[in-house]
């Protein structure tokens, strides 16, 4: 069955930034459709736009001209309070500097987005908590405190906080930047299967090998989408 709509969409997004009388155009005319279950990458030359891009569909940022319907609901006039509900239900964030709170333990800091959620109760918060940690192999280390872990570590734990809430999209910026590369690996991998697990996942990078993983790769130059591409799956052949 093919889907009513997409779960992203954008139509002629523009992003300036003004700094005294100079106009910054860090986005020119975007438009794309994400499909719920996608796994896109974002790439291209440092200043192009990509994490620009991510933030505004993350709600992080407002755009100057343009309309972005997430779920077919068109998110360009919502105010401030309505965005912070959206972005705290809908999307998951994982930055490449972790963000993880230094007095709260691994648990805590899984656990705090969802302590904002009217519709979720103390005993809900702790399973989506424990399930999220056991996804990434980090339950055994819930009561520790972030610097007594390693920076894979870490980012695995940015990673369950960012899937914990079962959102509709999980964004990820530079995820695997701060990473040596045993642990962009396991990251990466993670970001697969949460992936083939039906998420929708956007991720920024400038690795072109990390970047040419995702099965849509969109490349932005100069503000503007330079390429989108669509890598068919490959279908094992019997025999």
């Not at 993983?213 to 390429?227: K, N």
Request: aromatic residues 6%; charged residues 20%.
């Amino acid at each position: 069955m093919t889907q009513a709509q997409p779960l992203i969409q954008l139509q002629d997004l523009q992003k300036s930034f003004f700094t005294e009388e100079v106009e910054t155009r860090a986005l020119q005319g975007i438009n794309l459709s994400i499909w719920k279950g996608e796994y896109v990458s974002f790439s291209g030359p440092s200043g192009c736009g990509k994490s620009t891009l991510l933030s505004l569909l993350g709600l992080l940022d407002v755009w100057t001209s343009g309309k972005y319907l997430l779920a077919g609901h068109d998110v360009s006039t919502v105010d401030r309070d309505e965005r912070a509900r959206i972005r705290n239900k809908e999307i998951g964030f994982v930055f490449q500097s972790f963000n993880l709170i230094s007095d709260l333990t691994v648990e805590e800091n899984v656990a705090l987005p969802l302590t904002y959620r009217a519709d979720l109760k103390k005993g809900e918060i702790q399973a989506l908590v424990s399930r999220a940690l056991d996804k990434v192999e980090m339950s055994h280390r819930a009561k520790h405190y972030p610097t007594q872990l390693s920076g894979g570590q870490q980012q695995r734990v940015a990673v369950a906080r960012a899937v914990a809430g079962n959102p509709s999209l999980i964004l990820a910026d530079e995820p695997t930047g701060n990473l040596d590369s045993k642990n962009a690996e396991i990251v990466t991998e993670m970001l697969e299967n949460l992936h083939a697990e039906g998420s929708t996942v956007c991720m920024v990078t400038h690795n072109p090998e990390t970047a040419a993983r995702a099965p849509r790769r969109v490349e932005l130059l100069d503000g503007q989408i330079a390429s989108n591409i669509v890598v068919p799956r490959k279908i094992p052949v019997a025999g």
